[in-house]
């Protein structure tokens, strides 16, 4: 009876990996695949099982986006996918009898949706959501090239929280900007893998729409954070600063810059927890974080500011910075008094500096670079000059000579005329 068992249980096993081994024939398409859209950005697929597949066939349905994206196996005979409807986009479907993908599966059934009709070029431009603090969504954007400037633009978002679309209605301009606010809805952190879909577009139709998806996982930017106290212990500076509201403490990053107006330096701390011993201070700390920075002298005036931003432990964005918070000084402030002082004395005393120069320029450049002698003047002055002076004197006795000629000759006529008298 043993052997005859074994025999059997052989025999089962061969007729299985034949079975395995034999070809799978390629099942008939799916039917009937037909596209809508639900809410502003949910794309729906639906298809019917292939008329005629085999009976022994557990059917799968094997299916992908274009270029070959998303490839995916189910037995559900729909897909769905949030996307912005800003391009065509087009869904692949076949059937096949099991999840491997290297099964031939039937030939694949396509069917697209198109863009909303209109001119690509009146669309806005730049549509982007940030989600402020985790309170509210603030969406910009810029008109569209072909577009009216007194267009009047309407901005609707969805969110799986709520129960319809509902339009924006705080639209306003921001310099070249236009803005809408809104309050997406009360979500807690579980629900941060959902999206809000918006789409923006004119009141009377005329510009084309354009749409987008946030994820609630990214694009939040925080408050900046509060400075609360400054102080120095052990040589270090203290930093206390109050963190942002609706944030878990290690969902957050924060970057603390330190200017230290005297010696141009700039410290710059960034890190994820506190850098503190909360033991060592007073008071009710909750809600506070405390940061150490070294090699701050405490001797000069210090400006600190501190900014956040959310990280990859709690979001997937982890690039968008907070404002910079209030700047707050410590330190001893230098006397300007002795500042001013030396700006007036220094000119003063250059002016003076300048004055003397030019005064005792042209002897100190004689004492600096004495002149040359010349041998020829020398000479010219030891006999030229002697020759000049013997020649100016013989004049002067000649002149003297006829002079004193002239007035004896006068004295003679005069004594004569009397005698004669």
């Not at 969406?139 to 267009?151: H, I, K, Q, V």
């Not at 330190?258 to 700039?266: F, K």
Request: aromatic share 8%; with cysteine; net charge negative.
């Amino acid at each position: 009876m043993e052997l005859p068992a074994r025999l059997c249980g052989l025999w089962a096993l061969l007729l299985c990996a034949s079975v395995d081994a034999a070809p799978r024939e390629t099942q008939p398409p799916v039917t009937n695949l037909s596209v809508s859209v639900e809410n502003l950005c949910t794309v729906i697929w639906t298809w019917n099982p292939p008329e005629g597949a085999s009976p022994n066939c557990s059917l799968w349905y094997f299916s992908h986006f274009g270029n070959n994206e998303g490839k995916q196996i189910a037995l559900e005979t729909h897909r769905s996918k949030e996307v912005p409807l800003n391009e065509k986009i087009c869904l692949q479907v076949g059937s096949q009898c099991s999840t491997n993908e290297s099964d031939n599966p039937s030939t694949l059934v396509e069917k697209c949706i198109s863009p909303p009709e209109g001119d690509p070029e009146s669309a806005v431009t730049e549509l982007q959501c940030i989600w402020r603090n985790l309170n509210y969504m603030k969406c910009t954007w810029l008109p569209g090239r072909n577009t009216s400037p007194d267009t009047n633009y309407t901005l609707y978002y969805w969110h799986s929280s709520l129960g319809k679309i509902l339009q924006c209605e705080n639209i306003h301009r921001e310099g070249q900007h236009i803005s809408c606010s809104f309050t997406p809805t009360k979500v807690k952190d579980s629900s941060f893998d959902q999206n809000v879909q918006v789409m923006v577009k004119d009141n009377a139709g005329k510009i084309r729409p354009s749409f987008n998806i946030v994820p609630l996982d990214s694009h939040v930017q925080p408050d900046p954070p509060h400075i609360k106290r400054l102080f120095f212990q052990h040589g270090d500076l203290y930093v206390l600063g109050k963190k942002p509201q609706n944030f878990r403490s290690f969902c957050l990053s924060y970057q603390v810059e330190v200017n230290n107006s005297q010696t141009e330096m700039q410290y710059t701390l960034s890190g994820e927890e506190s850098t503190c011993d909360h033991s060592k201070f007073e008071g009710n700390l909750e809600g506070t974080m405390c940061f150490r920075v070294p090699g701050v002298l405490p001797d000069t005036l210090s400006t600190v500011r501190m900014r956040v931003r959310t990280n990859n432990m709690c979001y997937e964005d982890d690039k968008l910075w907070s404002n910079w918070s209030p700047a707050m000084s410590i330190g001893k402030k230098t006397n300007p008094t002795l500042y001013i002082s030396m700006l007036l004395i220094i000119p003063i005393i250059v002016a003076g500096a300048i004055i003397v120069l030019l005064l005792y320029l042209k002897r100190l450049k004689i004492i600096i670079f004495p002149p040359i002698p010349d041998p020829g003047k020398i000479f010219k002055e030891m006999f030229g000059d002697q020759n000049d002076d013997t020649l100016h004197w013989k004049k002067y006795d000649i002149y003297e000579k006829q002079t004193k000629e002239e007035t004896d000759s006068v004295v003679l006529i005069e004594n004569l005329k009397r005698t004669s008298q």
